[in-house]
């Protein structure tokens, strides 16, 4: 029964994506654009800096780990503010949390098909850096870095659906989607390493996902790590999505009955 209501959303929504398909062609070019430039900056960065040869890589390996991963987290994250921002002006929205599924898979189901094109869009930046600026992925770890990946995902949709609640509650602004960006983007490691931060900063570097997440990525696929090898990063991600995805599920359900109670749902 779920795997239907699943698919139903994702035929739903590629309907209305291949109204669209521009969009995909437009977005995926944009990020082989990025990956070039990308590349020639790597060019005149050092590869012996302390920050890299940690990985074993060279500047623009570095950043094209970070780059296409922030890049589909930041999707994981934004899809669902996004999907119900779009619901509530269509109208749509008190129609489809008021259905017998349930607000939180309702939620997630209409996110789905972003979510596959977000992976589809990390596959392309990953097949171009291999084909074309010679991105050395012979030494990945696969179990290792599939772990990673998908409690980096529970992660990043945990702070989604929180930005949810806010907008559900709030209906204006969203302050956990840009903060949370915002943050991960400049300390998190996605495109230089913490190290170049001083040395205050870099507290604030150890508490956000983004540090743990890329750190492990890059050693999983780079150096070819195993679990045992990554275990402090993978104990702090764990507990990660033991806190925020329960927690994130309740104050999404809390937020809906609220609305609901004071008859907002459909306000924007």
Known sequence: MIEKKALAFLKRDFLIASSYQLH????????????FLLFFIGKIVD???IGLTKYGQDFFSYILIGYGFFQFFQIAQNTFSQTIRDEQLSGCLEAMLGTQTSPQLSILFSSLYSLITAFFQLCIIFIAGILFFKFNILGINIFSTFIVFLLSIIIFMSFGLLSVAFIIV????????????SLNFILGGAFFPIEVLPPWVRIFSKILPATYVLDSLRLTISKGYDLLQIRPQILVLVIMCLILAPASLFILHTSVIKAKKDGTLVHY
């Open 170 to 181: 709030l209906k204006k602004g969203d302050p956990i989607s840009w903060l949370i960006t």
């Open 24 to 35: 995909f062609i437009m977005t995926s070019m944009n990020s082989l654009l990025i990956l």
């Open 47 to 49: 590869p012996s800096y």
